[in-house]
Every structure is written in structure tokens, then in C-alpha cells.
């Protein structure tokens, strides 16, 4: 079995060869109390011409800009790539949103995951750990996104120390 296959599937069987202990999901601590932010955002967003030497069939880039209204006050600026074939696809992205959330002024970084599967769909966006600024620093937490009538409104459920 090569390095990388034993790697694998040590990683699989949750053991880790160095005897770190296995990885766990990030998730905000349970012990501090979360809050809530909402509000509303508009996107746009600004497909990259893909590289001359790009592969037919890979991922779409798009440059997110973001102006973010309500408990949060602020503007987002990322990349995404994105794939959509038949209804179905994904996307990846990352983000850096800097402004006030609730009166502490600063920035964070978020990362999207989504996952669309004939109309279905699975959306993650989580505050990159370690990303907080200023008197965001130490923010930890989740972005809850929803579309109605075609207004963009979120929900950030977050802790800070």
C-alpha cells in the first residue's frame, strides 16, 4: 500500500499515523451564548473570463461583490467557482465581509459550500476560524441564507468572546 493510500485510509478509520488525535467538525463552542444578526444583502456577481488554456467543462469563476444591510453593515468581496449541468452542480467559495455587525466594527472571512441536486439543495457557509478583525476578532459561527421574492436575507448566527 502506497504512503498516500495508507494515509487514506488511516484517515478513513479516523486514526491520523502522527497519533494526533482524529479531526473533528468545526462548529462554534456550545458554552458561549450565540447571537443573532439578520438583515438583508444585494450581490453581484461578475463571471471571470476562464484561462486560454482552460479544459472544456471546468469550473465557472465569478467575482462576488456584496453591500450587506440590517444587523450587519458592510460590504463582502470573494471569488466563487461553480459548476451547473442539468439543474444540478456545485459551487465553492471565499469571502472576506468587513463593516459593523451589531456596533463592533471589523471583518471576517466566510466559506461557501453549495450543492444543488434536481432542485434539492445543500448550502454551508461557516466563518473561516481565526479570520475575525479588529473587534471582530475571535468570531466564530454560521451564515444562513434565504431568497424570497428575490431579496437576498441572512442570518448569522455568531459568537464572540
Known sequence: MSA???????????ADPSGAPPLQPIT??????MSHAVGTFEVQITPIAPD??????????????????GDLQGEGAGEML???????GAYVAMERVS??????????ALVHRGVMEAGAQDLLITIVPGSGEGELAGI???FHLKIEGGVHRYELEYSLP
Not at 498516500?4 to 479516523?14: D, M, Q, R, S
Not at 462554534?28 to 451564548?33: D, L, P, V, Y
Not at 461553480?82 to 444540478?88: C, E, F, Q, V
Open 4 to 14: 498516500c493510500g495508507l494515509i487514506l485510509a488511516l484517515g478513513l478509520a479516523g
Open 28 to 33: 462554534a463552542s456550545r458554552s458561549q451564548t
Open 52 to 69: 486560454a488554456d482552460a479544459p472544456g467543462g471546468a469550473p465557472g469563476r465569478m467575482r462576488l461583490a456584496k453591500t450587506f444591510h
Open 82 to 88: 461553480g459548476l451547473l449541468k442539468d439543474g444540478s
Open 99 to 108: 463593516g459593523i455587525l451589531e456596533g463592533r466594527r471589523g471583518a471576517f
Open 140 to 142: 466564530a459561527g454560521v
